[in-house]
């Protein structure tokens, strides 16, 4: 049996250079990371889609009592 396939194991994540930086804070995006696109820019997760797009985070009762 040949496992010469396995000789050299799999790549080391240290050694992986990040694929682009998100476009709002900077932070490095690797193989496989999901990032969300606003209008060309590349966001790399929800905090920054949300401060992009300006707006915020809230609980329903925060909402319902800005209302009254």
Known sequence: MNLDR???GLPDP???RP???CDRC???IYTGDLVYVLEGDVLCGDA???A???SEYLSI???LDRSN
């Open 6 to 8: 396995f000789s050299q």
């Open 14 to 16: 240290a050694e992986e």
């Open 19 to 21: 694929m682009a930086t």
């Open 26 to 28: 900077g932070c490095e």
């Open 48 to 50: 920054c889609l949300v």
């Open 52 to 54: 992009a797009v300006g």
């Open 61 to 63: 009762e925060e909402v």
